[in-house]
């Protein structure tokens, strides 16, 4: 069975930076793109990020363009999302998706995933 666990969200300051990481097991992590996304308190999931299987190809919503970035080490079997210069508004629940192949999409939100691991920036 797909196993995913995140874990690195924290309560920071805006400004501030964090590292998120997704713990893979259950599939060859290897052979899958993966993405990030996030809920907000009473709204909907939002696609953060993708990668895909060897993080040459990444793409990044506008709202954190510059300031995500998605990267993996596939020895670990582990995604991460880099977080800078928080904000406000970033301030969710975020979640790492396994893709179904290993080309990386925009705009995923569906799919196999973890509990998530909350950030919050105030």
């Known amino acids: 069975d797909v196993q995913l666990v995140e874990s690195g969200g924290c309560s920071v300051q805006p400004g501030g930076s964090l590292r998120l990481s997704c713990a893979a097991s259950g599939f060859v992590f290897r052979y899958y793109a993966m993405y990030w996304v996030r809920q907000a308190p009473g709204k909907e999931v939002e696609w953060v990020s993708s990668?895909?299987?060897?993080?040459?190809?990444?793409y990044y919503a506008d709202s954190v363009k510059v300031r995500f970035t998605i990267s993996r080490d596939n020895a670990k079997n582990t995604l991460y999302l880099e977080l800078n210069d928080l904000k406000i508004e970033d301030t969710a629940m975020y979640y790492c998706?396994?893709?179904?192949?290993?080309?990386?999409?925009?705009?995923?939100?569906?799919?196999?995933r973890g509990q998530g691991t909350q950030v919050t920036v105030s």
């Open positions: 998706i396994k893709a179904a192949t290993s080309i990386a999409n925009m705009y995923i939100v569906t799919g196999d």
């Open positions: 990668s895909d299987d060897t993080s040459t190809r990444t």
